[in-house]
C-alpha cells in the first residue's frame, strides 16, 4: 500500500506533451529492447502525457512506463486528441506488470490522484490495455476514484476502430500467438543461451570427443532456440517437453547415422553406443529449453505448466545422463 | 497422448452471475461467452489462469488459482524456496 500522503500535490496539474511520430532513436530503443538489451532501462517517466490538442471531454489512455507500451499506444493515436496517464511498471510491458501486480489497481490510484486526474478532464473514463485486466478491478478503481474503467482491445492497434464504437469485437479481445510474435521473441531466449552453448561446445570438442559432439551442441542450441518457437503450432502433441522431444529427435538424427558414415571400420556396438548417445542427450536438452519457452507464450496455464514439469522433468534428466555417458564412454574407447 | 493442459483452476458458479459481461471483455483466450444476460464457460481448456475474469468479478461467481506459466520461474521458485510468482519476462 502507497501512501498517498507522502505525495506533494502542486497546485496546478503537470502534464508532459508526446506525438505520435516515432523517431529514429525510438526505433533504435525498441530494437535494444527486443534484444533484451539493458532490460529494465526503457522506461518513460510516469505521470500524464497530453497527445494531439486535448480538450477536459478527451479520452485518457492508461499504459505502462515501458518505451515499447508507450509508443504502440502513441503511435496509433494519429489524429486522435488525449490523455495518457503512464503507471510507473519499473519499466516492463503491461501485460507482465499486471501479471505481477505492478499495474494495478494500487498504481492507478496513486497516479490518479497523483497527476490530479479529476482536474484535467470532465469525462471520468480510463480507458485501460484488455491485457492490463490481470492486475486491476474496475470496480474497485471505480470506487476509489470515481473513474470508470474501459477496457478497450488488447492490441493499440485496433484502438482507431474501437474508439469509433467503444465495443471491441471478440477478435479484438483475444490473444493469439502469430508467427510474427514468436519470431520477434527469438533473440532474448537465444542470447541467455549462446554463452553456455558455446562453452559446452568447446568442452567438447576439446576434451570429449572432438568435432561431431561439438557441432551437436550447436545444432541442439538452433533447434531449441530458433525452429522450436517457429515450428511450434506445427510439432506433434500438446505438451512443450514432447513437442521438444521430437524435433530434438530429428535433429539428432544425421548426427546419429554420420557414427556410422564415418566410421565404417568401428565395432557395431561401438557405432550404436555413440548414435544412442546423440540420439537420447540432443532430444532431451532440446526438449529442456523447449518446456521453458512456455514462460513466453501467451496461452500455458501455471497448472498445465506445473503437470507438465513433474511428468516430464525426470526423464528429460535421465536420458540426458545416459546419452551423455555413453557419448563420453565412446569417444573415449577407442 | 499425455496433455498436463487438460485441467486448470477456474470454477464458475452461475448462480452468482449478474450478467455485467466483465469476465467476456478481460479474458484474452473466450473461455467466457455471454448467454440470456449470464455468463457460460464457452472453452474452459483455453484458460490460461491468468485471473483477470476473478479480480474482475464484482459477485465472486469465478475463482481461479492465478499464476504465471512459466517454467523457468517454477524451477527457481523451487531450486531458491522463492515465492513462485517471480517470473522474469519484461
Ligand atoms: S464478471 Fe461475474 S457477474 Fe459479470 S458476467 Fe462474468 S461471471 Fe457474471
Ligand atoms: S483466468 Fe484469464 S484466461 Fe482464464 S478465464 Fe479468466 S480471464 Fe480468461
Known sequence: ?334 | MYNSYSVNTLAYNAELCNGCGMCVAVCPHAVFEMNERKAHLFQPLACMECGACQLNCVTGAITVESGVGCAAAMMRAALLGLPEAECSCG
Open chain 1, 1 to 334: 500500500m502507497i501512501n498517498l500522503d507522502t505525495i506533494t500535490i502542486n497546485s496546478r496539474p503537470n502534464i508532459f506533451s508526446t506525438t505520435p511520430q516515432l523517431s529514429r532513436a525510438n526505433h533504435w530503443d525498441h530494437f535494444l529492447a527486443r534484444l533484451g538489451y539493458k532490460r529494465s532501462q526503457h522506461c518513460v517517466e510516469p505521470g500524464l502525457y497530453a497527445i494531439g490538442n486535448p480538450s477536459p471531454d478527451s479520452p485518457v489512455f492508461v499504459t505502462a512506463n515501458y518505451t515499447l507500451s508507450f509508443d504502440a499506444l502513441r503511435s496509433n493515436l494519429n489524429g486522435i486528441d488525449g490523455y495518457i496517464l503512464v503507471l510507473d511498471t519499473n519499466g516492463v510491458n503491461v501485460w507482465c506488470a499486471a501479471g505481477k501486480k505492478t499495474f494495478s489497481t494500487e498504481e492507478i490510484v496513486l497516479r490518479v490522484t497523483a497527476t490530479q486526474l479529476k482536474k484535467v478532464v470532465n469525462r471520468h473514463v480510463l480507458i485501460l490495455p484488455q491485457l492490463g485486466a490481470p492486475g486491476v478491478a474496475a470496480h474497485e478503481v471505480k470506487k476509489r476514484t470515481g473513474f470508470k474503467v474501459e477496457y478497450g482491445p488488447v492490441r493499440a492497434t485496433d484502438l482507431p476502430e474501437y474508439l469509433k464504437t467503444r465495443q471491441a469485437t471478440s477478435v479484438m479481445r483475444q490473444v493469439n500467438f502469430p508467427l510474427r510474435d514468436r519470431i520477434i521473441l527469438i533473440p532474448v531466449d537465444f542470447v541467455h543461451l549462446i554463452l553456455p552453448t558455446v562453452l559446452a561446445a568447446l568442452v567438447f570438442y576439446f576434451f570429449l570427443g572432438g568435432l561431431l559432439p561439438a557441432l551437436a551442441v550447436l545444432a541442439v542450441l538452433f533447434s531449441a532456440g530458433i525452429l522450436f518457437p517457429i515450428l511450434l503450432p506445427w510439432l506433434p502433441t500438446h505438451n512443450f517437453s514432447t513437442k521438444g522431444f521430437f524435433l530434438g529427435f530429428l535433429t539428432a538424427l544425421p548426427f546419429a547415422l554420420s557414427v556410422f558414415i564415418r566410421h565404417p571400420d568401428w565395432t557395431w556396438y561401438h557405432q550404436a553406443g555413440q548414435a544412442f548417445g546423440f540420439l537420447l542427450a540432443m532430444p532431451a536438452v532440446v526438449a529442456f529449453i523447449s518446456l521453458n519457452f512456455t514462460g513466453s507464450t501467451t496461452f500455458t496455464s501455471k497448472t498445465g505448466v506445473r503437470r507438465e514439469m513433474f511428468a516430464y522433468l525426470p526423464a528429460m534428466a535421465w536420458i540426458f545422463a545416459a546419452g551423455i555417458i555413453l557419448n563420453i564412454a565412446f569417444a573415449f574407447i577407442r
